[in-house]
């Protein structure tokens, strides 16, 4: 019955032919989604979709999972940019600036839970980081990773990193503010973000964040 939502149940299929799915974290939609989805009262799926985001090109699908309306799941290759264009914008220039290569990422997207982040993780091989021990890496040696994008940082966006038990970070990230007409405006992409404040742990762990400047444990 239409007017008893708990004893209605409705499934179809919808054909996506170049759509945008904003994330409230990012400042750029994920664009250009292709593909069919399924959908019933539990949620959604979808088999194979094609997408574009901050110049990755993705092949991803939407899984099933509990306590959620579905999970879009997405692999992918990627070479940081050491100017911060794209993705790479969410990277600290520091480190940016000792990436090289590229590595196979996995990336996850709950669909329909409170407080959703994005989660990525690789195991970098074939991305050589120069940075001094216990943090560098040669581009052949696997160090997993696993980065969170989300969770909520006024006016900003938060970071967390797991290296490999080398480090862990609670990074709070802005955008970059430039002058305009005597008023502060935000640059417009590709500008990098900028860190606002890092907590970092080494030899991983859970940092404490901190509201300003740079802690180091």
Excluded: C
């Excluded at 839970?113 to 696997?142: C, F, H, I, Q, Y």
């Amino acid at each position: 019955p239409l007017n008893d939502a708990d004893k209605t149940a409705a499934s179809g299929t919808i054909g996506l032919g170049g759509v945008q799915m904003f994330y409230a974290d990012m400042r750029e939609p994920v664009s250009d989604i292709r593909g069919d989805i399924a959908f019933n009262n539990g949620g959604v799926t979808a088999q194979q979709l094609s997408a574009g985001f901050q110049g990755l090109n993705l092949a991803a699908r939407i899984e099933p999972r509990a306590q959620t309306h579905g999970v879009v799941v997405a692999d992918f290759p990627y070479a940081p940019d050491a100017q911060g264009g794209g993705v790479s914008s969410y990277i600290p220039e520091l480190i940016r600036n000792a990436l090289a290569g590229e590595s196979r990422w996995h990336a996850e997207l709950p669909l329909g839970v409170e407080n959703t982040e994005l989660a990525l993780s690789s195991d970098l091989r074939g991305t050589s980081l120069g940075m001094p021990a216990p943090l560098g890496k040669a581009a052949d040696a696997a160090a997993p990773i696993r980065i969170t994008i989300g969770g909520g940082v006024p006016d900003g966006t938060r970071v967390r990193v797991g290296y490999d038990n080398r480090l862990a970070a609670d990074l709070a990230m802005r955008q970059p503010v430039v002058a305009d007409a005597g008023k502060q405006a935000v640059a417009a992409a590709p500008a990098g973000m900028v860190m606002r404040s890092a907590s970092l742990q080494l030899g991983g762990g859970t940092p404490q964040p901190v509201q300003e400047g740079i802690a180091l444990a």
